[in-house]
């Protein structure tokens, strides 16, 4: 039975075998002494398993497998603040309590035609329907909101928060308390 090893020269000598340590008696009866091809063996031994070890190390480190940059964590929690500001009221967990067909699932969103973020944005910014808009410049009057009014980087970061949320079926929201 033997190891599988990165290093080919390594698979004869990374064998499992008896215990490495095993010591033998000495002729003359005197005492035990180590058998120095037995650690020869456990010198070869231990060298190849250094490398896959190292790797398995290196590959589970936390520092190798981030889940995100720390950039869009930090638009994440943006986003999700701005949305609990702006839209929570009406779009709660991704539903619509205005209009039910119209929820922020992704089925309802490419069903209306609003499943890029650059779609979402529109709508956020100018208004849909009984969506009003919420951009600066959100014109004609009547569609817009009658609230506060929102950066054109506001309204890119909540697009980007709602189709990720909507490609990730809404799963709980965390801000960061602001």
């Known amino acids: 039975m033997q190891l599988l090893s990165a290093t080919p020269s390594c698979a004869k000598s990374c064998s499992l075998s008896p215990p490495l340590f095993w010591q033998r008696m000495d002729r003359s009866g005197e005492g035990y002494k180590s058998v120095d091809k037995t650690q020869n063996e456990e010198r070869k031994f231990l060298k190849c398993l250094v490398p896959p070890l190292m790797a398995a190390i290196v590959a589970l480190s936390p520092l190798c497998n981030t889940p995100v940059s720390l950039g869009q964590t930090i638009d994440g929690q943006k986003g999700a603040t701005l949305f609990h500001r702006a839209c929570i009221g009406c779009h709660d967990s991704g539903g ?41 410049n959100c014109t004609p009057r009547g569609q817009c909101t009658f609230g506060p009014r929102l950066q054109e980087d506001e309204i890119k970061l909540l697009a980007e928060f709602v189709k990720s949320q909507a490609d990730r079926g809404w799963p709980s929201i965390e801000t960061d308390g602001e």
């Open 96 to 136: 619509n309590i205005i209009q039910p067909g119209a929820t922020l699932f992704l089925k309802d969103l490419e069903r209306n035609g609003v499943d890029k973020e650059e779609e979402i944005y529109q709508v956020t910014y100018y208004g849909k329907g009984r969506m009003p808009g919420f951009g600066e």
